[in-house]
Structure formats: structure tokens, C-alpha cells
């Protein structure tokens, strides 16, 4: 190759340029037009070449083939029956987001240490414990306690969850109380301290008549339409039969979690044919308890979240 | 235009062969992949290559010097007359800021470029590939250090196929080194936009930058280095979708760089003393005259991506016109007039074959095409103009709460809950008072307020909880929808802003 005399050029002289280019001896087939091989097709007189492809792009295509075995080999990718390959190094999407958790919880600790010691009415004052505790609260609710008071926190009449948001509490709507409701819970067979109070089966003990009376003194004690003279007769038997837990006036009594009868929020529905159901059946609402399930900064991060949400007091 | 049956020009009938026959030794089969052939193009000097260093000059230095202008904002907000800032989702342009929910001023100005691409691309060919686009450019400027370390095309192809030797490593060094610290400039200037310029040049150079910016750095140096260094008009003809687009948007009047083959053809070298034949002005030269073409190959060796323009229009032609410039160099030397290779319309083909005269310029970039892009582009543009002096310096976003659409209080009032967003921006903070206009009566109350005033930081959002109650009894509470309209007001420069909501009522 070093002998072809077309290949030496002298050292002070360029040749002038001819018809192909100095280091390739083949003429350079795209420059005359005519030269490059078609595809053979023509259509209605186009023709297509069918120039090579540059080398730079097919090495490039096999660098990403064997980008792509040394990756299988790296890092899980071929699906198997129950799982992937492993790959060496060991890498799991799993572990990763594990790791992450143990990351944000390590970053997050110094505040739930601070939630947990503060004094729970001082919280809401300080506003870096406040955004946390809404937050955390807000998230938490979102997972436990939505499935029974909703997602909006306003709970379901029919089933008798109460709407968190208003401003009347069975058991007190102070950030302590609510506090204790969260941990202890209410009417249920795991805590020995839960909240509890039993409304007997009026069904039992007092006649239709009797029961029909005192559903329209509650409904005239509520501010709603009612039979006067059936609203009379039945305040005998309210104040016979109901003061002892819901009150003298039938105000409510938050030691025994009875509802007060006189405001304009129902747990079950203040029409007749609800009240006749809550005074025959009595009414049994049961909450679980939250601790242990759930750490205490959590619950007091539940705690500042419902306390904030319009009717805490 | 030529009758049908004509068909096209003698000397456009494929297959094209311009010169003698070659030997079938010449011509081998194809290959599936064949190795990029280093292109040298050779220096000229012409009107068209001092216009691509200017363009060259202005756009370099707009993309390395900006992030370096300063622009005072105030104590609170950065310095930085251009600044992209990701993390505090803002970008500064000199007077004008644009927050997230703006997004569509960026909208708008890609839909500018890409009207104005379709503008000047019908008008004037392949302008952008050729002058401005950013391959091109540095291409340019390394073909430029190359000439200088290496010396012009005859030089270089030596050197190309030379030996390696101290001189050979000598100069590819020294090149290499060049082009490295271009690359790194430009590298650098890129993430120059997206922080304070002055700061992390400065935390780059003790080595306190963020890894992200060292890794956007090199992984801009390796692309500048290896697309202007090696890969050149590889991008051009294989990985740039622009040049199949920009054939598609030109048309029958668009000016593109053409050769006059019916003037240079049959081309051939001039003996001295040869007498040069008339131009195809309405004369025609006899059988055997030679065209203006002498073959010359000037037009071939200054090409940058290694085409002959002779051949006509093709893909990797991006119209630079140094083709031009090259011929009409060579025509000053041998007498002829300019415009042998030049700035052509296919009508004004043509027009020249048939012998007729040429439309002139101004009709070929002013037409009814041009003038609707440039209107749809000026409207656009007019529109941004006036949505950017008529934005407020502060907003307010209502989000009714909607689950529930009410709440039921113990005194049977009703009350909705709205999250607003205070949008202050302003470099300080300002205090926004909220206020209610409706037909029918409500309270209203702000979440952890006293009273109805809020701070809001400067240049920030705050989420702010409303609580708007209609009494037991009153129409509204009654009512499932009343309408109503929140104020909020900056206090300090009494900017004043609304937002139309409604109330739910109690839906018995």
C-alpha cells in the first residue's frame, strides 16, 4: 500500500483536487449524482439511492446492545415466575423506597420528639409544630379515619359517624379531649379505658304512645315543627326518662358522650321516623382505639388536624 | 412554465453525469456502512461569510455573556438580568418575572419561533440551518481553531494523512485543547442560567458545586466537543430532524441557493487566451462553447458538510451560501459576472431558461404567505405584549371546599370552607385584606386570623383558609347556589383583585 504512487504526494506540493477525495481510492459514490446505486425501484420516474448508512450510527447500536447486557446483568430485568432476576448488584425499587422512608422518618424525628413533649394546647401556637401536626394529621386521617368519618372529615349521617367539622362534640371538643377519644376510643372490647355509656332500649320500657310524645317534645326542643300536644305530654316523659343523661333542658352531658337535643346537628337525623328508631333501638356508636396502632405523635398529630378543621374548641 | 410532454432540461435528466465516463474500476458496489469521510472545507472570504461572522459573533455572545448581566430587583429577589430559577419555580427576564401558573408566555414564544420559522424558512430557504442554528455556529467556530492550529484545507488534508509524529501530536493537542475549553465554556455558560453566575463560578472553581452542575457541565462539554469536533454535518444529514422539515415548508418562491446550470454548462476548463462564450441571456452559445463552469471545484472545497451544489438541491446542502461566495470569487478572477451559484427561486429558473425577466427580490420575500405569517406572528407577539402590562402584582386563587359542599353548625347556620392562594409579587411583603361582595348577607372569617388581613411574604404564595357563614334562616342558607365575589386588596399600593365564587346552602 505504501508504494502506490498514487498514495505519495510531495511535501511542498498539493496536487489539485480531482474527482475523488485523497484517502480513499474509490471515487466517492454520492458526489456524482448517477453513480450511487438505487434501490431498482421507480415510482412514476422516482427513484430512491440507497446510500450507506454511516458507521458511527451502527457502532453506536452496538454499544447500546451490550450497554444493555452488561445492564441485565446489573440490575434486575428478566421476569421470572415469582420475581425478576436480581442482578449483581443487588439493587431493589423496594429497598429504595424503604430507604427513603427510613430517611424522611430520621429527618422527621427531631419534630415528632418536639410534638410528643409539647404541651398539647401549645402546639397550635407554634407554627412549625402546626404545619407539621396538620400535615402528618391530614395524611394519617387520610388513611385510618376516613373509611368511617370520610374523606372530607364529615362523616356519614346514615351510619351515624359524626361530621368532624361542626362545632357540637359528643365527648368535648377541646384538643385534650380529643386527644383522649383518639387513643382510648369509644364502646369498644380492646381498651379497658375507652369511653363509654350505654342508651337503654326505650322500646322496652316505654309504650308507642309514650315514645311518639317524647319524639315531639326533642323536635320542639330543636327548633322544629312538632305537634304541640303531643310535645307537652312528652315533656313529661322526657323529664322522667331522659334528663338523666342528656340533661335537665336536654343540653347533652359530654361525661356520658349524650348528644345535646336542642342544636341543629343530628347524628342520626332529627326527622320523626330517625328519632322513633334512635329511642325504640337505642343507638351503640363504636370507635376503635388508636393506641397502639398508631405512635403518640401521631395521634396528636390527628388530634391538631381535626381540632383545626373549623370546630374545635 | 414548459409544456408537459417537454419533460425536464437536457442537462437534468437523470442520470446525472457531469463529468467524462469513469472506468468500472471506479465504481464499487455499495456498502451497508461506509465511515464518514472527513470533510476540509477551505477558507473564503465573500459578503455571505461576513455575515455568518457577525451572526456568529452576536449569538455567541448573547448565549456567553447574558447570564453575566446584572438587573437590581431589590434586597429579596436575584441580581441576575436572566435567570431560570427551578427551585423557586420563577424565571427573571430584565423587568419581567414569570411565575408557574404564567407558563404560557413560554407557550406563546415557542409559538412565535415556530411562526417565525415558517416565515423566514418560505422566504429565505434553509436560513436558520445555515446562519444561526447552534450546530452550525460552533461548527463554524471549531473549523475556525482548526484552521488556525492546523492551517487552510490543503494543510490539513496533509496533515490528515500523514504519519503520526511529534509535529502531528503537536497540533492535534493543541486543537483538542482548544475546542476543550470552548466546550467547557459552554458547558458553563448553560448552567450560568439556571443559578447566580458570579456564585457558582465561584463555588466551581473551590469545588463546592452542586454534583448537578458539574454533571450538566460535562455532559454539555462532551456533546459541544464531539458534535463540532468530530460528528460536524453527521448531525445534519442524520440526526436532525430540522433539514426533512424545512424542505417541506419551502416552496416555488422560496430564495434558496441554486446553480445556474443553464449558464455554467457544459462546464469546462478555459485554456488561456480562450475566448469566454456569451451569457444564456436570450443568446444562444454555440454547440461546442463551454459554460461559465471551468470546474474549479472552489464551490465543493469551502462546502462545510461536503456537498457540489451542482447537483442541485439536496438534504445536506444547509444553504450557508459559501458556495457563493466561492464562485463569485472565482468568477472576479476569470471576468465573469457574479451569480453563477447564488440566492435562486425555482420560478426564477424558470423565468432565466425561458429567457425571460426575473421577478424581482422584494416579490419573492414579500408575498401573501410571508405577510399571513408575519401577521399570525406580530399577533401573537402584540398579545403577550399586553397579557405581560395588564398581570397584576398580586392574584388571589379560590378553591371551594367541595367535600362537603356545606357544613351544618350546632345554631343551624351554614358555613363553606374556601382555600385561597395569596400570590404576592412584590420583593417585600405586603399585608392583603379579603373582603365579600353579594346580593345575599354572609360573615366571613379567615382560619388563625383575627381579624381580615393577611401577611404574605415577598415573592411567595401563602395558602389561607376562609370560612364564609349565611345565618339559620337566611336566604342564602336555604338556597343550594348563591353567587359572590371575593375581594383582596394590597393594602399598600391599593392593587385590587377578584375572584367570582359560590356559596352552597343547605340542598333539601
Redesign the interface.
Known amino acids: 500500500m505504501a508504494d502506490d504512487p498514487e498514495d505519495r504526494?510531495p511535501?511542498n506540493k498539493?496536487s489539485p483536487?480531482e474527482?475523488?477525495?485523497?484517502?480513499?481510492k474509490?471515487?466517492?459514490?454520492k458526489?456524482?449524482?448517477?453513480?450511487?446505486?438505487n434501490t431498482g425501484h421507480t415510482w412514476d420516474g422516482i427513484?430512491e439511492y440507497?446510500n450507506?448508512?454511516?458507521?458511527?450510527?451502527?457502532w453506536t447500536f452496538y454499544a447500546c446492545i451490550v450497554f444493555a447486557l452488561v445492564y441485565a446483568i446489573l440490575y434486575p430485568a428478566w421476569p421470572m415466575l415469582t420475581r425478576a432476576t436480581p442482578g449483581v448488584l443487588g439493587y431493589s425499587t423496594r429497598a429504595a423506597v424503604q430507604t427513603d422512608i427510613r430517611r424522611v422518618a430520621d429527618a422527621n424525628a427531631p419534630i415528632r420528639a418536639r410534638i410528643e413533649a409539647a404541651d398539647l394546647t401549645t402546639i397550635a401556637a407554634d407554627p412549625d409544630l402546626l404545619q407539621y401536626a396538620t400535615n402528618a394529621g391530614a395524611s394519617i386521617f387520610r388513611t385510618n379515619c376516613r373509611t368511617c368519618h370520610?374523606?372530607?372529615a364529615?362523616g356519614v349521617q346514615a351510619s351515624g359517624y359524626p361530621?368532624l367539622?361542626?362545632?357540637?362534640w359528643l365527648w368535648g371538643g377541646d384538643i385534650a379531649s380529643i386527644h383522649t377519644t383518639l387513643t382510648h376510643g369509644i364502646r369498644n372490647t380492646t381498651d379497658p379505658d375507652a369511653r363509654y355509656s350505654e342508651m337503654p332500649k326505650f322500646g322496652e320500657i316505654l309504650t308507642p304512645d309514650e315514645i311518639g310524645q317524647v319524639v315531639q317534645h326533642v323536635r320542639s326542643i330543636s327548633?322544629q315543627e312538632h305537634d304541640a300536644a303531643l310535645a307537652t305530654a312528652g315533656a313529661t316523659v322526657f323529664a322522667d326518662t331522659c334528663t338523666a343523661c342528656h340533661g335537665a333542658a336536654g343540653e347533652g352531658n359530654r361525661d356520658l358522650g349524650a348528644p345535646?337535643l336542642t342544636?341543629?346537628?343530628w347524628l342520626y337525623g332529627g326527622d320523626v321516623a330517625s328519632l322513633t328508631a334512635t329511642v325504640t333501638n337505642a343507638r351503640f356508636g363504636v370507635m376503635p382505639n388508636w393506641s397502639p396502632r398508631l405512635s403518640e405523635a401521631d395521634i396528636r398529630s390527628v388530634a391538631v388536624y381535626v381540632h383545626?378543621l373549623?370546630?374545635g374548641e | 412554465m414548459e409544456k408537459p410532454d417537454a419533460g425536464p432540461p437536457p442537462d437534468l435528466r437523470p442520470p446525472i453525469i457531469w463529468s467524462d465516463p469513469l472506468s468500472p474500476t471506479d465504481i464499487q458496489p455499495t456498502r451497508l456502512y461506509a465511515a464518514r469521510e472527513p470533510v476540509f472545507p477551505r477558507r473564503v472570504k465573500g459578503k455571505f461569510r461576513t455575515l455568518k461572522w457577525w451572526i456568529l459573533g452576536v449569538t455567541l455572545g448573547i448565549y456567553y455573556i447574558t447570564p453575566w448581566l446584572r438587573w437590581d430587583r431589590g434586597p429579596n429577589l436575584p441580581d441576575q438580568a436572566v435567570l431560570i430559577d427551578l427551585a423557586g419555580r420563577r424565571f427573571f427576564f430584565f423587568m419581567i418575572e414569570i411565575w408557574p401558573h404564567e407558563f404560557y408566555f413560554v407557550a406563546g414564544l415557542l409559538i412565535m419561533a415556530g411562526l417565525g420559522l415558517f416565515l423566514f424558512t418560505s422566504a429565505l430557504g434553509r436560513v436558520w440551518c445555515g446562519y444561526a442554528c447552534p450546530q452550525t455556529v460552533w461548527t463554524d467556530l471549531f473549523i475556525l481553531v482548526e484552521r488556525w492550529v492546523e492551517g487552510d484545507r490543503n494543510a490539513r488534508l496533509r496533515l490528515h494523512r500523514q504519519a503520526w509524529s511529534l509535529e502531528k501530536v503537536r497540533k492535534r493537542a493543541l486543537k483538542w485543547a482548544a475546542w476543550l475549553l470552548i466546550a467547557v465554556s459552554t458547558g458553563g455558560a448553560w448552567v450560568f442560567y439556571f443559578a447566580d453566575a458570579p456564585t457558582l463560578m465561584s463555588e466551581l472553581l473551590t469545588g463546592q458545586a452542586h454534583p448537578i452542575a458539574w454533571a450538566f457541565i460535562a455532559g454539555l462539554t462532551a456533546t459541544t466537543f464531539v458534535f463540532g469536533g468530530f460528528m460536524r454535518e453527521q448531525i445534519c444529514i442524520y440526526a436532525c430532524p430540522w433539514p426533512r422539515i424545512q424542505a417541506a415548508m419551502m416552496d416555488e418562491d422560496t430564495l434558496t441557493v441554486a446553480y445556474r446550470g443553464w449558464r455554467g454548462e457544459p462546464r469546462g476548463k478555459l485554456a488561456k487566451g480562450e475566448v469566454a462564450p456569451a451569457e444564456a441571456k436570450g443568446e444562444v452559445a454555440p454547440a461546442d462553447a463551454k459554460g461559465d463552469c471551468i470546474d474549479c471545484m472552489a464551490c465543493v472545497n469551502v462546502c462545510p458538510t461536503g456537498i457540489d451544489i451542482r447537483d442541485g438541491q439536496q438534504l445536506a446542502c444547509i444553504t450557508c451560501a459559501l458556495c457563493i461566495d466561492a464562485c463569485d470569487d472565482t468568477m472576479a478572477k476569470i471576468g465573469k459576472p457574479r451569480g453563477l451559484i447564488d440566492y435562486l427561486a425555482l420560478t426564477d429558473e424558470v423565468a432565466e431558461r425561458a429567457g425571460k425577466p426575473v421577478k424581482p427580490v422584494w416579490t419573492h420575500i414579500l408575498r401573501p404567505r410571508t405577510i399571513l405569517y408575519t401577521v399570525l406572528w406580530s399577533g401573537v407577539g402584540v398579545g403577550l405584549v399586553a397579557a405581560l402590562f395588564l398581570r397584576s402584582d398580586i392574584g388571589m386563587h379560590v378553591t371551594p371546599v367541595r367535600n362537603p359542599t356545606f357544613v351544618t353548625l350546632s345554631d343551624g347556620a351554614i358555613r363553606n370552607t374556601y382555600d385561597l392562594r395569596l400570590l404576592n409579587k412584590h420583593g417585600e411583603s405586603r399585608e392583603f385584606r379579603i373582603s365579600l361582595v353579594s346580593d345575599e348577607a354572609f360573615d366571613l372569617s379567615l382560619e388563625g386570623q383575627q381579624g381580615q388581613t393577611v401577611m404574605v411574604p415577598g415573592n411567595a404564595t401563602t395558602t389561607q383558609r376562609l370560612y364564609i357563614v349565611a345565618k339559620a334562616g337566611s336566604h342564602a342558607a336555604a338556597e343550594d347556589r348563591s353567587d359572590l365575589r371575593l375581594w383582596v386588596e394590597d393594602l399598600a399600593s391599593t392593587d385590587r383583585v377578584h375572584s367570582d365564587t359560590i356559596f352552597n346552602g343547605k340542598d333539601d
Request: charged share 30%.
Open positions: 504526494v511535501e498539493v483536487p474527482r475523488r477525495y485523497p484517502d480513499t474509490a471515487v466517492t459514490r458526489k456524482i449524482v448517477g453513480q450511487v446505486q427513484e440507497d450507506p448508512l454511516p458507521r458511527w450510527w451502527v370520610g374523606s372530607g364529615a361530621n367539622l361542626d362545632d357540637d327548633g345535646t342544636d341543629a346537628i383545626g373549623g370546630g
